[in-house]
Nanobody, 115 residues
């Protein structure tokens, strides 16, 4: 079955960096687009970044220039590098894959940006 397992979250000071990882299994990773979403308390889940199977990327405006999504098809893993973190980046970050028209989510990894 499809599994997505996020890691790499934590507490970081404003201006700091984190690299989130999402290890996947159960599907042919290299042929699917992957996404990172986040959900802050009291807010709707939003798309942060997406990478296609060919490596094309797009980002929500609020993280452009500060985030980089990448994938390693040899490890079936997608990454999200976040730099210059701000308190408003605080959220649970989720990995997403749409496989055969079904949306799959990981359990999420908490990112807290605070001094």
């Amino acid at each position: 079955q499809v599994q997505l397992v996020e890691s790499g979250g934590g507490l970081v000071q404003p201006g700091g960096s984190l690299r989130l990882s999402c290890a996947t299994s159960g599907f042919i990773f290299r042929i699917y687009a992957m996404g990172w979403y986040r959900q802050a308390p009291g807010k709707q889940r939003e798309l942060v970044a997406r990478i296609t199977s060919g490596g094309s990327t797009n980002y929500v405006d609020s993280v452009k220039g500060r985030a980089t999504i990448s994938r390693d098809n040899t490890k079936n893993t997608v990454y999200l590098q976040m730099n210059s973190l701000k308190p408003e980046d605080t959220a649970v970050y989720y990995c997403n894959a749409n496989v055969n028209a079904h949306n799959y989510w990981g359990q999420g990894t908490q990112v807290i940006v605070s001094s």
